[in-house]
């Protein structure tokens, strides 16, 4: 599918180096259809990796995508520059008054904190709340659907006894919904986290369903309001090396972090990787897309109408 993003963004390079098709602003202007509205609330530190990794998964679909990325208005970021952040971001004052097809909440390296104590968390509950009247359906990511689930649920996520880190076997809890239509009975996703949130909690709240399970790393996926919201607490959207660089990462802060399970072949740090949850996320987000965005939101999205 074509991703419309503008024309000079970064990211556009890479995903046209492997021939995934970048439309720039200035060729989907002449094109007579109407393409649907994605917003990317980026709230992880390395945006420029996080951006490539969620338009890499959104390209998947023949459908014609416009994209726009979010930031917090109360938050410096220290690992991307703020030229790139002034050229390729919106704050929430900007694009409050629109409204979007989909949008996607990514996590962000705050997860042992309070989520009060989080220094922009005031502008994200506004803008998770503004998503309930205005976004079709929005996609939770890792601390993301955490803040979700805390935000409009109520439920409290807890800390584990080490970090929850590699990847995982999942199984599926409904077998006939359509964001997992088409998965095995069995799949894979990498999980990098020190909370959880308790599949009890979940199942005792109106309004929820679990879709997916892991024996090892716990709930994986939950439906809101029959599919306008979704938590996803793994990282279906991390690259290959994603795990070995945070690894490595942990390591030279000197912190006492096991090798990533069921990462590296034969659990050898030194040795090659095994990816084996690259299909399952492409269908993720292409399902997401298809069913949940794409054949429920109404076709002019600011009067309803189909």
């Known amino acids: 599918m074509p991703i419309n993003v503008q024309d000079n963004l970064p990211a556009k390079n890479v995903l046209e180096s492997e021939n ?3 439309m720039t602003e200035s060729r989907a202007t002449g094109q007579d259809i109407r393409p649907l509205e ?4 980026n709230l992880m530190p390395k945006k420029k990796e996080t951006e490539v990794q969620l338009l890499r998964l959104l390209s998947n679909t023949p459908l014609q995508l416009n994209i726009k990325f979010l930031q917090m208005k109360s938050h410096v970021s220290k690992n991307t520059e703020a030229t790139h952040l002034r050229t390729f971001y919106n704050v929430f004052d900007e694009i409050k008054h629109l409204k979007f097809d989909g949008m996607i909440i990514t996590g962000a390296p705050v997860e042992l904190m309070e989520f009060e104590e989080v220094n922009y ?3 994200l509950t506004e803008v998770m709340e503004w998503s309930v009247r205005n976004v079709t359906s929005t996609f939770h990511i890792c601390w993301g659907a955490q803040a979700g689930l805390y935000y409009h649920y109520g439920i409290k996520k807890r800390k584990l006894d080490k970090k929850m880190f590699g990847v995982y076997e999942h199984t599926k809890v409904y077998k006939h919904e359509n964001l997992l239509r088409g998965f095995d009975d069995s799949f894979y996703a990498p999980h990098s986290r ?3 949130v308790s599949r009890r909690d979940i199942e005792k709240t ?8 892991s024996e090892k790393a716990g709930v994986y996926i939950v439906s809101g309001q029959g599919g306008k919201q979704f938590f996803v ?3 279906s959207e ?3 090396e994603t795990l070995k660089e945070e690894y490595l990462r942990d390591r030279e802060k000197g912190l006492d972090t096991a090798v990533p399970e069921n990462y590296f072949l034969n659990d050898d740090p030194e040795g090659e990787i095994s990816v084996r949850w690259k299909a399952h996320s492409s269908l993720l987000y292409t399902n997401w897309l298809n069913y949940y965005v794409y054949q429920i939101t109404p076709y002019d999205l600011y009067s309803g109408r189909r």
């Open 20 to 22: 995934i098709f970048v």
């Open 38 to 41: 994605i917003l990317i609330l």
């Open 121 to 123: 968390w005031e502008e």
């Open 194 to 196: 020190y909370t959880e």
């Open 206 to 213: 109106p309004g929820l369903n679990i879709l997916s399970m």
């Open 233 to 235: 607490m793994g990282h």
């Open 238 to 240: 991390y690259e290959t």
